[in-house]
């Protein structure tokens, strides 16, 4: 069976940034920074962190089932961010990969992305709730040996010294109004342990979106500039190449007109020794 690759790439403050991920559960990732190998590491953990000295860090994000998700860069001084997995700059994935076709359905489905992480996350609420009512019901059935207890003899009472008493000082606190908080309040905070992963959950997929459409707009603006350099290097090289045929045809014409003025001399030369 062949083994998946994964590449991300991008140039960032100069430097050409280039990752390799081989593997589905135990990855092999291979990190190179201007052509030049910077660090290789072999781990399975689904949010794999790659460290250097003097290129930053890296954060490199898989699926609970090995699909690639993302690789983000952090610079030097950033390695609280890359800790709280926030800021970076977003490695672009191969043209054609998994993390690539994942990247465009982020972008061109947003809704419908928040909507299956949203549902994930009440999906791990309501199978915790039911490991722990099967949990249950398992030890309900199991019927535990009694094991007797020796029976121990009675301690001694200690005489614990008398502690004089502190004239606390007695603070007349104002009688506050009663708040009836809302039943849908009053039901969130019973139910919070419940109800905070599925927000969570769809907290994350909403800041997951912005940042792929920041990258995507990232990503267009960079090619957009390569590609007004190139432009700009073409038309350079076209206009050099005008200037060098105007100043060949210059040469041509010049060469030419001493080739005329050297014929007109040479037969004002003969008709005088004709005369």
């Excluded at 052509?35 to 003097?54: F, N, Y």
């Excluded at 099967?134 to 207890?149: D, G, K």
């Excluded at 905070?196 to 912005?210: C, M, N, R, Y």
């Excluded at 920041?214 to 990503?219: F, I, R, V």
Aim: aromatic share 6%; hydrophobic share 40%; no cysteine.
């Amino acid at each position: 069976m062949s083994t998946k690759v994964q590449i991300w790439s991008r140039t960032i403050a100069g430097h050409t940034h280039r990752l390799e991920v081989t593997g589905d559960f135990i990855r092999t990732f291979v990190w190179t920074v201007d052509g030049e190998e910077v660090l290789t590491r072999k781990t399975a953990d689904d949010r794999a962190r790659l460290e250097t000295k003097t290129h930053g860090s890296l954060l490199v994000i898989h699926s609970a089932l090995g699909t690639p998700r993302r690789a983000t860069y952090f610079a030097p001084g950033e390695d609280l961010a890359g800790m709280a997995g926030i800021g970076g700059a977003d490695l672009t994935p191969e043209p054609g990969s998994r993390a690539a076709a994942y990247e465009r359905r982020v972008i061109d489905h947003p809704k419908r992305y928040a909507l299956i992480e949203t549902l994930g996350g009440a999906a791990g609420v309501v199978a915790g709730i039911v490991a722990a009512a099967v949990v249950a019901w398992i030890l309900a059935r199991i019927s535990l040996p009694h094991i007797p207890l020796p029976n121990l003899p009675n301690l001694p009472d200690l005489p614990l010294p008398d502690l004089p008493s502190v004239p606390w000082p007695s603070i007349p606190w104002p009688d506050l109004p009663e708040v009836q908080l809302p039943d849908w309040v009053t039901w969130i905070a019973s139910h919070l342990k419940y109800v905070w992963p599925v927000i969570l959950a769809f907290v994350l997929a909403q800041g997951e979106i912005k940042r792929r459409r920041k990258h995507a707009e990232a990503s267009a603006a960079q090619a957009e500039a390569s590609g007004t350099s190139a432009e700009k290097s073409r038309t350079s090289a076209e206009k050099a190449a005008d200037d060098v045929s105007a100043d060949a045809s210059d040469v041509s014409a010049d060469l030419a007109d001493a080739s005329a003025d050297g014929g007109d001399a040479s037969a004002e030369e003969g008709q005088r020794r004709g005369l």
